[in-house]
C-alpha cells in the first residue's frame, strides 16, 4: 500500500473578504518573520526591535502624531491607486507624481501673487491637475499603443526628480536661503493649517478621507465604477459591451495622479513650506503607497487603515535609526519583504490549493 503525495489547485469561484483578510494576515505575519532574520542579523532580537517600533509609533502622543503624519500621504495616494489598479492599470509613477504636485503647488505660492483667501484652495488644484497631467501620458500609450504602463509611468518618476532637483538648483533657488538649494518659504497664506502641537496637516488628512469615502461610493454604487470594475476584471467583457477602456484608463488614472499631486501638496505646504530636493520631500511615499493599495485589496475604504498600518512601520524606521542604530533603509526591506508576501498570496486568494496523501492499494 503506497500513499503518495498529491496537489490540485483549483481557480475559485467567489472568496469571502474574511478569508482574503486572513490571507493578507498571513501573508504580513510570514514578512514579518523573514524581516526579523535580517534584525537578528544586524545583532538585534527581533522581539525587541518589533517591540520598539510599537511603542515609538503609538506608546506616546508624539509617536502617535507622527504616524498619522506619515499615514497623510501614504492614505491620499493610497486611495487613489486603488481606483488605477483596479482599472487594470499598475501606476508606479506616483512618487513622480507626487513631486510634479509640489512644483504646481510651489508655483502658486511663490509666483501667482492671487489673493491669500484662494492661495491654499489654488495650490490644491494645481497640484491635483499636474499630477494628473503627469499620469494621462502613460494611460494614453497603453490606452492606444499598448505600451507597459510599469515602464512609463516608473520611468516618468526620474524625469520629475530631475524637475524638482534643476529648478531648486536653478531658476527657483530662494535668494534668502543663502546658498541653499531651496526656495524662499512660502508666506503664511500658502502654509496648510495643523493640528496644534502636531505636524498634522488636516486639510490633507480629510481630503484623504474624503476620497476614500466618494470613491467607495463611486466604486460600488455608479455606472462609472461598474465601468471600472468590468475593464479591470474581464477587459474582454468589456470591449464586447461597448464599454471605452480608453476613457476607463485615462479617467482611472487622472485620478490616481491628481490624488498624488494632492499628497505633494500637503508635504510642501503642510511640512517644509518651501520646495526643496525630492529625497527631502518624500520618504518613498509613492512606492510605499502601492504596497498600501494592494494590501487594501483595492478598496478605497480599506487604504484609510493600510495606510495607518505603514505608517506605523514609517515611524518605526525613525525608531530602527535612533533607538537601535540600525539604518533606515531596513524599512525600505521590510516594505519589500511585504510587497512580495501579498503578491505570492494571491495564488491563495484566486486559487484553492489542497494538498495531502492519497492511498493506494497495490
Same mark, same amino acid.
Given at each position: 500500500m503506497r500513499m503518495p503525495l498529491w496537489l490540485q489547485v483549483e481557480r475559485r469561484a467567489s472568496i469571502s473578504?474574511?478569508?482574503?483578510?486572513?490571507?493578507?494576515?498571513?501573508? @504580513?505575519?510570514? /514578512?514579518? %518573520?523573514? =524581516?526579523? $532574520?535580517?534584525?537578528?542579523?544586524?545583532?538585534?532580537?527581533?522581539?525587541?526591535? &518589533?517591540?520598539?517600533?510599537v511603542r515609538g509609533a503609538l506608546g506616546s502622543k508624539l509617536g502617535i502624531t507622527e504616524t498619522i503624519r506619515r499615514m497623510i500621504p501614504l492614505l491620499v495616494i493610497g486611495v487613489g491607486l486603488t481606483v488605477a489598479f483596479r482599472a487594470l492599470f499598475w501606476n508606479i509613477g506616483a512618487e513622480g507624481?507626487?513631486?510634479?504636485?509640489?512644483?504646481?503647488a510651489a508655483g502658486v505660492a511663490l509666483f501667482s501673487g492671487i489673493p491669500e483667501v484662494l492661495m491654499i484652495p489654488a495650490m490644491f488644484i494645481a497640484g491635483f491637475a499636474a499630477g494628473a497631467l503627469w499620469g @494621462?501620458?502613460? /494611460?494614453? %500609450?497603453? =490606452?492606444? $499603443?499598448?505600451?507597459?504602463?510599469?515602464?512609463?509611468?516608473?520611468?516618468?518618476? &526620474?524625469?520629475?526628480?530631475?524637475?524638482?532637483?534643476?529648478?531648486?538648483?536653478?531658476?527657483?533657488?530662494?535668494?534668502?536661503?543663502?546658498g541653499f538649494a531651496y526656495t524662499d518659504r512660502f508666506s503664511a497664506a500658502a502654509s496648510l493649517p495643523v493640528i496644534a502641537g502636531t505636524r498634522i496637516h488636516w486639510p490633507t488628512l480629510a481630503i484623504g478621507v474624503f476620497a476614500a469615502?466618494?470613491?467607495?461610493?463611486?466604486?460600488?454604487?455608479?455606472?462609472?465604477?461598474?465601468?471600472?470594475?468590468?475593464?479591470g476584471e474581464n477587459p474582454?467583457?468589456?470591449?464586447?459591451?461597448?464599454?471605452?477602456?480608453t476613457k476607463i484608463t485615462l479617467l482611472a488614472m487622472m485620478i490616481s495622479g491628481g490624488l498624488a499631486g494632492v499628497a505633494g501638496v500637503g508635504e510642501v505646504a503642510g511640512i517644509h513650506h518651501m520646495l526643496l530636493s525630492p529625497e527631502q520631500i518624500s520618504l518613498g511615499y509613492g512606492y510605499t503607497a502601492i504596497i498600501v493599495a494592494w494590501l487594501a485589496r483595492r478598496n478605497p475604504l480599506a487604504a484609510i487603515l493600510t495606510s495607518f498600518l505603514f505608517g506605523v512601520i514609517m515611524r518605526?524606521?525613525?525608531?530602527?535609526?535612533?533607538?537601535l542604530g540600525l539604518p533606515f533603509e531596513l524599512v525600505d526591506v521590510f516594505n519589500g519583504i511585504i510587497l512580495f508576501m501579498l503578491i505570492g498570496s494571491e495564488l491563495f486568494i484566486r486559487y484553492r490549493v489542497r494538498f495531502g496523501a492519497r492511498r493506494e492499494v497495490a
Open positions: 473578504p474574511w478569508k482574503v483578510f486572513g490571507i493578507s494576515i498571513g501573508a @504580513i505575519l510570514l /514578512a514579518m %518573520l523573514l =524581516a526579523g $532574520l535580517f534584525f537578528q542579523l544586524f545583532g538585534v532580537s527581533p522581539i525587541r526591535a &518589533y517591540g520598539d517600533i507624481q507626487l513631486l510634479v504636485g509640489t512644483v504646481a @494621462i501620458g502613460p /494611460a494614453y %500609450l497603453k =490606452a492606444k $499603443l499598448g505600451i507597459n504602463d510599469v515602464i512609463t509611468t516608473l520611468l516618468l518618476n &526620474y524625469v520629475a526628480i530631475a524637475l524638482v532637483e534643476w529648478l531648486v538648483y536653478g531658476p527657483w533657488k530662494g535668494p534668502t536661503q543663502r469615502v466618494v470613491l467607495f461610493v463611486v466604486v460600488r454604487r455608479t455606472r462609472v465604477g461598474f465601468e471600472i470594475r468590468v475593464v474582454d467583457a468589456a470591449k464586447y459591451s461597448g464599454i471605452s477602456q518605526g524606521g525613525d525608531v530602527i535609526k535612533v533607538s
